[in-house]
C-alpha cells in the first residue's frame, strides 16, 4: 500500500517478543483506515518481519512511502507466554533504535510496545520501566508518565515502586516541580492555561489533619507556591472524587501521588483507548496502557484497538509538532 510521503512518520517497537506486542503491530500494519493517517515504522526482530512489510534501512526511514519494519538485533531464542533474558535483550535492542532515531528526527513520534520490567531486569537494565530509561538515555533532567482516557489526563509523582517507598517521595518540592511539568505539558497540547487538580494522599485529604497531616504539611502550601507561580491549580482535593471531576471536564489534568492512584482510574475509563505520554523528553513518545499479557500471547485474542489509539494519536500531536517546527 503506497502512502503519501507527508503523511507523519511513526516508529513503533514491538516491546517483549514474547507478550503479545508483535501481533498486535502487525495487525497494526494490517488495519486500512490506519494507514489513511500514518505512516508506521515498526522496530523488533527479523523473524517477527511480515513477508508483505518492506525492510528498511535505519538510515533511509524519512522517506518511505509505506509502512515498513526495521530489523533489530537478533538474539537467542524465546517463547512466547513467559518472561525470559532473551525477550528482554530483544525489547531494550528495539527501544534502543527507536529512541536513537526519534532523538535525530527520523519519526515525528515514537510508540512503545508493552515490556516486562521483570525480562528487562534479567537483560540487565534493573529500571521501572521504559519511562525511566528513556528519560535516562535523553538525559533529561526531568519528565514523567502523563495517562490520558479520555478527558482524564493524569501525571504521577511516583511510578513503579513500593507504595511506602512512593509515600517517603512526596516532598512539597517534588510536588511543585511536577505541577509546574503538568502545566507546562499541557500547554504544549495546546491547553491556553490548563485548569490543574492535586489529588490528595489521605482519605478525604486529611480531612483538616483528622485522617493525617500530609495534606496539609506537604501537599497545601505545593498548591500555594503553584498558585503565586501564576499555574491555576485546586487542591489537594479528595483522591475518591478529583479523578471523577477530571473525567467529567472539570480539570484538564490532574497531578496523582502514586501509580495505582493514576491507574485504577485510567484504566477503568480507557476501555480500548487509553495512553501514556512522557512529558520532558526531546521527542514525542506515547504507548498503550496495557501490558505484555503473556497469558494472551499467541492465542489470537489480543486487541489491537488500545495500540491503534495509540498510533493515531502519536499521528495527530506529531504532525503538529512537525508543522510547528516548519512553521519557525
Known amino acids: 500500500?503506497?502512502?503519501?510521503?507527508?503523511?507523519?512518520?511513526?516508529?513503533?517497537?514491538?516491546?517483549?517478543?514474547?507478550?503479545?506486542?508483535?501481533?498486535?503491530?502487525?495487525?497494526?500494519?494490517?488495519?486500512?483506515e490506519l494507514a489513511q493517517v500514518v505512516r508506521i515504522v515498526v522496530l523488533?526482530?527479523?523473524?517477527?518481519?511480515?513477508?508483505?512489510?518492506?525492510?528498511?534501512?535505519?538510515?533511509?526511514?524519512?522517506?518511505?512511502?509505506?509502512?515498513?519494519?526495521?530489523?533489530?538485533?537478533?538474539?537467542?531464542?524465546?517463547?512466547?507466554?513467559?518472561?525470559?533474558?532473551?525477550?528482554?535483550?530483544?525489547?531494550?535492542?528495539?527501544?534502543?533504535?527507536?529512541?536513537?532515531?526519534?532523538?535525530?528526527g527520523?519519526?515525528?513520534?515514537?510508540?512503545?510496545?508493552?515490556?516486562?520490567?521483570?525480562?528487562?531486569?534479567?537483560?540487565?537494565?534493573?529500571?521501572e520501566g521504559q519511562t525511566e530509561l528513556l528519560g535516562r538515555w535523553c538525559g533529561a533532567a526531568r519528565y514523567e508518565m502523563l495517562a490520558i482516557a479520555g478527558d482524564l489526563r493524569v501525571l504521577l509523582l511516583t511510578r513503579h515502586m513500593p507504595l511506602v517507598t512512593a509515600i517517603a517521595r512526596i516532598t512539597t518540592e517534588s510536588v511543585l516541580d511536577h505541577l509546574r511539568l503538568l502545566d507546562e505539558g499541557l500547554r504544549d497540547f495546546g491547553f491556553e492555561r490548563p485548569r490543574l487538580a492535586l489529588a490528595g494522599l489521605n482519605p478525604h485529604a486529611g480531612e483538616n489533619g483528622l485522617l493525617g497531616r500530609e495534606d496539609d504539611e506537604l501537599l497545601a502550601p505545593a498548591v500555594r507556591s503553584a498558585r503565586a507561580a501564576g499555574i491555576d491549580v485546586t487542591g489537594p482535593v479528595s483522591p475518591d472524587s478529583v479523578f471523577f471531576q477530571g473525567s467529567r471536564g472539570r480539570y484538564d489534568g490532574v497531578l496523582a501521588l502514586y501509580h495505582d492512584q493514576a491507574f485504577i482510574p485510567i484504566k477503568l475509563l480507557s476501555a480500548d483507548g487509553g495512553i501514556t505520554v512522557i512529558l520532558g523528553l526531546p521527542y514525542l513518545r506515547i504507548s498503550p496502557v496495557h501490558g505484555t499479557a503473556f497469558d494472551l500471547a499467541g492465542t489470537g485474542r489480543a486487541s489491537p484497538a488500545n495500540l491503534i489509539a495509540a498510533l493515531r494519536q502519536a499521528a495527530e500531536w506529531?504532525?503538529?509538532?512537525?508543522?510547528?517546527?516548519?512553521?519557525r
Do not use: Y
Request: net charge positive; proline share 8%.
Open 44 to 104: 523488533g526482530p527479523p523473524n517477527l518481519r511480515p513477508s508483505t512489510v518492506a525492510r528498511l534501512e535505519a538510515g533511509a526511514v524519512r522517506g518511505a512511502r509505506t509502512h515498513g519494519w526495521i530489523e533489530t538485533a537478533t538474539v537467542g531464542p524465546w517463547e512466547l507466554g513467559r518472561v525470559q533474558e532473551s525477550a528482554g535483550r530483544a525489547a531494550l535492542h528495539a527501544l534502543r533504535m527507536g529512541h536513537e532515531l526519534a532523538l535525530d
Open 318 to 327: 506529531g504532525g503538529l509538532r512537525r508543522a510547528a517546527r516548519i512553521g
Open 106 to 127: 527520523s519519526f515525528d513520534a515514537l510508540v512503545t510496545g508493552p515490556v516486562s520490567k521483570e525480562a528487562l531486569h534479567l537483560a540487565g537494565e534493573r529500571v
Open 1 to 32: 500500500m503506497s502512502l503519501p510521503p507527508a503523511l507523519p512518520l511513526v516508529g513503533l517497537t514491538c516491546g517483549d517478543p514474547a507478550g503479545i506486542g508483535p501481533e498486535i503491530a502487525r495487525a497494526a500494519l494490517a488495519d486500512r
